[in-house]
Nanobody, 125 residues
Framework: QLQLVESGGGLVQPGGSLRLSCKASGFTLDYYAIGWFRQAPGKEREGVSCISGSGGITNYADSVKGRFTISRDNAKKTAYLQMNSLIPEDTAVYYC??????????????????WGQGTQVTVSS
């Protein structure tokens, strides 16, 4: 049974920070690339960041570059998204996802095979 479970979302003021976690079970995480995605109501799912299985390669959407940092701890079977300098446009449900294969096109949702249930992030005064 392969599962990804997100946690760490919540309500934060503009300029604040949150750290999201993605815990894996049922498979060896270091074989898989991990991506973070977000979806606001009425919007398409958007790639935020992704990281290779070893953690050696990372990519970021232009909208979050310089503010968000993706990382992973394969021994803990956990990936993270550190979100700083949050703005209201960051409000969305955030999902983590995983795929095994060539590390390419990793900000495209249809690249991924396994998805978590999502965690709500709301940035508001």
């Amino acid at each position: 049974q392969l599962q990804l479970v997100e946690s760490g979302g919540g309500l934060v003021q503009p300029g604040g920070s949150l750290r999201l976690s993605c815990k894996a079970s049922g498979f060896t995480l270091d074989y898989y690339a991990i991506g973070w995605f977000r979806q606001a109501p009425g919007k398409e799912r958007e790639g935020v960041s992704c990281i290779s299985g070893s953690g050696g390669i990372t990519n970021y959407a232009d909208s979050v570059k310089g503010r968000f940092t993706i990382s992973r701890d394969n021994a803990k079977k956990t990936a993270y998204l550190q979100m700083n300098s949050l703005i209201p446009e960051d409000t969305a449900v955030y999902y983590c996802a995983a795929f095994r294969g060539l590390f390419s096109r990793c900000l495209l949702p249809n690249r991924y095979d396994y998805w978590g249930q999502g965690t709500q992030v709301t940035v508001s005064s």
